[in-house]
């Protein structure tokens, strides 16, 4: 079944149960209609009558006479457009009433079936846009069918009552028109059709990435996500063009239909005139083509031609979907026959739970490695940095040596440049004076957006996404499917995540990003951050969601791993926990441990007294 014919089939049903509903209104409509056929009729009719009868036979007042009534006719026809937008309104209103109804039913079935892909975009694009979308086509295409039926109905009884002979070489023509016409409709429809599956699929993906944009680029992972939208963009943009395509040629199918009828008739003007047609008779046909005929003609194929296979793959989206065809019944298969196998030692089989690791070789999984002897683990040397050339700067002149397997905590009030600091360790931003070190070498992105393996960040946000937990906790880590067993369970005891892992339903469970807490995902990164290789871990407020007893634990943890600890705290417990404190206040920086620092830094003293008011959490 091509796409314009499954579209039709099931828009079709609903869309005759909605007509029957309202076949009040449509006979309104009609009524008004055939005010419209009147005016169509007197326009050519009266041109006609007032050469033949009036001017050419010299009776002057009966010609303008003639002329008055066509112009009588035009004021039937605006009295005609009156009645029939105040019935329009009663037809298009409960469509758009009907498809909001069953927009928002189908978001609130999905999102209880569902309750992660509640925040649906595709839902929101169908509520709003494919909404207003489906209301103005069919306004449109309710209005260009009515008009170009009932003109017709007009013009062809004006050529009739002239000259019957007249419509013999008009209609030809013309249906031959209509049917070139006709046939761009389907393959159009199937067109608008994966346009608009393409444009909600995009809506969807970039709403996922949006809630997770921060993670991706501390991760590295730009060029995957973006892997999963450009092909989207592509193929929007391969449809946009098939769409023009196919534009052109209803643009040729428009001109045959609408200059084809025309042509006819002036060829056959001699044989006409040769059969006792006046030329009256000729010019009220002219009068009804080109006035009436043609331009209702071109209106309604460009209405069925955009609005027309818009508006049937749009109502699709709303119609209920196509039954699901009943399952066969499996057929009873022979035995296999039993094929001979190379053996393999027992101790190269794969212990449950760690996927392919024996291919792999044994490993108790990577550790942060060693920095250089007397190389600092991480350093800044009049670092300087601003958020524009004329923004005041965040950062002035900073100098910081971080010894390997420190613990330093950062505080400072909000918006001081805490996340600053650590996207500068990070490579992520590069400082506009001075230099940041990372094991000796120059922090910066790696080429292609690869992430630094020197440094694991972790945002505030959590990344979770949906795979296993054991892809969740082991993605930073270079042979993912090298991590033993063991190594996850002793990461997962010492982070206190090894509950919520039994409630996952363990390492091989798949992981549903969006019934999660916030605490939860933040937990698993942190697992996955301690079970990282890299040497330099930077945490900005990547505990904030959990309590203050789980947060000590898993700070604890961390810190215990071999390697750096970097630390943006909000609580002052952070700060007591950590080795030296960094006080960023300003442009000034003062570093010390927590005993000392009360009397070095006054913002450091407020901050204390602040976080002691407010229970031990850092305000902003």
């Known amino acids: ?73 035009a004021l039937l026809g605006g009295l005609a457009l009156r009645g029939v ?53 069919f306004a449109g295409l309710v209005l260009t069918a009515r008009s170009f039926l009932f003109t017709t109905a007009g013009a062809l009884a004006g050529m009739a009552a002239l000259a019957p002979v007249l419509l013999l070489v008009v209609i030809p023509p013309l ?44 991760c590295g992972a730009g060029r995957a996500a973006a892997a999963g ?65 043609l331009p209702a003609l071109n209106t309604l194929m460009a209405a069925l031609g955009s609005a027309g296979t818009r508006l049937v793959v749009v109502l699709e989206r709303f119609c209920p979907p196509p039954a699901a065809p009943l399952p066969t019944p499996p057929q009873p298969q022979p035995p296999p026959t039993p094929t001979p196998t190379a053996s393999r030692p027992a101790s190269a089989k794969a212990a449950p739970g760690t996927g392919n690791a024996h291919a792999r070789g044994p490993a108790a999984g990577p550790t942060p490695g060693p920095v250089r002897p007397g190389v600092p683990a991480a350093e800044l040397r009049g670092v300087g940095f601003a958020y524009g050339p004329h923004a005041h700067p965040v950062l002035d002149a900073l100098d910081l040596t971080l010894r390997p397997g420190e613990h330093l905590a950062v505080v400072g009030p909000s918006g001081i440049g805490k996340s600053t600091l650590t996207a500068l360790l990070a490579g992520m931003l590069t400082p506009d004076r001075g230099t940041v070190l990372v094991a000796g070498a120059p922090a ?7 992430p630094d393996p020197r440094r694991t960040l972790l945002p505030q946000q959590a990344y979770v996404f949906t795979g296993t937990v054991r892809e969740n906790l082991t993605h930073l880590c270079p042979e993912p499917d090298a991590v033993p067993q063991a190594r996850l369970r002793r990461a997962a005891d010492a982070l206190g995540t090894a509950e919520l892992l039994e409630r996952l339903g363990g390492p091989d469970a798949v992981v549903d990003p969006g019934a999660l807490s916030q605490g939860e995902r933040q937990l698993l990164a942190l697992t996955a951050a301690h079970l990282s290789p890299a040497p330099l871990l ?26 750096t600890l970097v630390v943006v705290a909000h609580r002052i417990s952070s700060a007591v926990r950590a080795d030296r404190v960094l006080v960023l206040d300003g442009t000034r920086a003062v570093c010390g441990t927590h005993a000392e620092l009360p009397a070095r830094s006054p913002l450091y003293r407020d901050l204390v007294g602040m976080w002691g008011a407010d229970g031990g959490v850092a305000p902003g």
């Open 229 to 293: 939208v450009e092909p989207l963009i592509a193929a929007q943009a391969k449809l946009t063009g098939r769409l023009a395509r196919w534009g052109a040629v209803r643009t040729l199918a428009l001109g045959c239909a609408g200059r084809a009828p025309v042509v006819a008739l002036l060829a056959a003007t001699p044989w006409l005139l040769g059969r006792g047609v006046t030329a009256g008779t000729l010019a009220g046909a002219l009068t009804y083509l080109m006035q009436s005929l």
């Open 85 to 137: 937008f105040a019935g329009l309104a009663d037809l298009v209103e409960p469509l758009r009433d009907g498809l909001v109804r069953r927009a928002v039913r189908h978001a609130l079935d999905r999102a209880v079936d569902d309750p992660a892909r509640a925040a649906d975009a595709s839902a929101v694009s169908r509520l709003t846009q494919q909404t207003e979308m489906a209301r103005d086509s």
């Open 538 to 563: 930077l945490l900005d407020e990547a505990t904030c969601h959990l309590d203050p007893r789980t947060e000590e634990r898993a700070e604890r943890a961390l810190a215990a791993r071999p390697g």
């Open 444 to 450: 910066r992105r790696r080429p292609g957006g690869a």
């Open 175 to 218: 249906l031959l028109g209509l049917a070139a016409f006709l046939a761009t409709l389907r393959p159009m429809a199937a067109v608008q059709r994966a346009a608009l599956d393409t444009d909600e699929a995009l809506a969807a993906r970039v709403g996922e990435l949006a809630a997770g944009l921060r993670d991706v680029v501390a």
């Open 1 to 73: 079944m091509s796409g314009g014919e499954g579209s039709w089939g099931r828009v079709a049903p609903e869309a005759r149960r909605f007509l029957r509903g309202r076949t009040r209104t449509l006979g309104t409509l009609a009524l008004w209609s055939l005010l419209e056929s009147a005016h169509t009729f007197l326009g050519g009719y009266g041109v006609a009558r007032a050469l033949d009868d009036g001017f050419l036979a010299g009776r002057t007042g009966t010609g303008l006479a003639w002329l008055g009534v066509a112009g009588a006719g």
